[in-house]
């Protein structure tokens, strides 16, 4: 019997201390909350429809894939964990959308907005991003974006004149050409691109024999080219977006001018190369970034990108990726969300991306900007120079576009 009691009391013994620890337990778990979850929206405003919905697409799939690997590193801020997603509206390269999806992302309290793709978006849309305090990127537009004495605008791209100044020295150094045609659609874009590639052949010395308008919506380009046809220059320079571009190079391989077609454009891409046809045969294009030489990284995303959505990166992919990555860098550095905070890490940080080390000027400039001219021979898009930030070239290595 003593030996049946002594058992019964070691198990109620045993029992109590179970039920003492379980409640002890419990107690803490209580004590200690669980770490919150922080959403952080960051807008994408570019044209998923529309004649740059090419452009615009790349961009928001890079964004969608940034936002991704954001939310898969874990990333936390005070203990707080961080969940990241992207807000997206289609401004079809507008700039009256641009302004209405400018003022939703302001009133959303956005971290910052990614994807702004040209001249008439970027600076329509850039005072309400000032108003709301909230970081801007651009990756294509005139100089006068960041001239504006909006602290929350950042370029990660080339503006216009540094971009003409390239393809104008190119077509006169290296094409020998002396005879240009110009042709620009009647947008603010293709105004600027038109004025800056004047500029640059008149600091040339070069002769301008024919300046031609277009409408930005016109795909017909009979009248125009028949009339410089007759003109008989040796070059044509074309101020508008890819898929104008790629309509005018078709129009003219059709009506028997082979000429060179050098584009304001960055359409060194396999998008142009089907859409031109044959018409893409000596095309001229420059694309951001130092393309010579990859960064394994870089060549990771792109192959992650050909695997996610079946098709080949275009221009401004990376820059789209980068400037996703660097709202949350600048997150982190700030210890802020408050998009006030986030604007003035941006105007410290440095980051090495995709597209290479970035910071950025009191203006919000690249300190350290790179880009690559490509032609097309053979079908093939070539690599044939590279530039700094002040136009130095030096000798490139061959890479093709498959």
């Not at 221009?315 to 990555?325: E, I, L, N, R």
């Amino acid at each position: 019997m003593v030996h049946t009691f002594a058992h019964r009391r070691y198990y109620q013994l045993r029992t109590l201390l179970i039920i003492i620890g379980t409640l002890l337990l419990l107690c803490l778990s209580l004590s200690t909350p669980a770490a919150a979850m922080r959403t952080i929206s960051i807008g994408f405003s570019g044209p998923i429809t529309g004649l740059s919905r090419i452009a615009g697409t790349d961009m928001r799939n890079a964004a969608v894939m940034a936002i991704d690997d954001l939310n898969q590193a874990g990333l936390s801020l005070h203990g707080d964990k961080l969940h990241f997603e992207l807000l997206v509206q289609d401004d079809k390269s507008n700039p009256r959308i641009a302004g209405f999806a400018a003022q939703y992302f302001v009133s959303r309290k956005v971290a910052g907005v990614v994807g702004i793709y040209n001249s008439a978006v970027a600076l329509s849309s850039s005072a309400i991003y000032q108003s709301g305090g909230i970081a801007h990127f651009a990756v294509s537009a005139s100089r006068s974006f960041t001239r504006q004495g909006n602290n929350t605008a950042f370029r990660l791209a080339a503006y216009d004149d540094q971009r003409a100044d390239a393809l104008v020295g190119f077509a006169i150094h290296e094409l020998n050409k002396r005879k240009v045609a110009i042709i620009y659609p009647d947008d603010l874009f293709g105004i600027s691109y038109k004025d800056s590639f004047v500029a640059a052949f008149k600091r040339a010395g070069v002769n301008i024999i024919s300046v031609e308008s277009v409408s930005v919506t016109t795909f017909d380009f009979n009248q125009v080219i028949n009339h410089i046809k007759a003109m008989q220059p040796d070059v044509i320079f074309f101020a508008g977006l890819a898929d104008q571009t790629a309509m005018l190079a078709k129009s003219l391989r059709r009506l028997g001018v082979n000429l060179p077609l050098v584009t304001a454009a960055s359409v060194a891409d396999s998008f142009y190369l089907s859409a031109a046809g044959e018409g893409a045969e000596g095309t001229v294009s420059i694309m951001p970034g130092w393309r010579q030489q990859k960064s394994q990284t870089l060549l990771n995303f792109e192959e992650a990108y050909r695997l996610r959505y079946g098709t080949h990166v275009g221009a401004y992919a990376a820059s789209a990726y980068d400037q996703v990555q660097l709202i949350a860098a600048a997150i982190l550095q700030a210890g802020s969300t408050d998009p006030h905070d986030v604007t003035k890490a941006l105007h410290t940080i440095n980051y090495k991306g995709l597209i290479g080390n970035i910071s950025f000027d009191a203006n919000g400039e690249l300190r350290e900007l790179s880009f690559s001219m490509y032609q097309v021979q053979n079908h093939i898009w070539i690599v044939l120079k590279q530039f700094r930030i002040g136009g130095t070239a030096v000798p490139a290595i061959t890479e093709r576009q498959r």
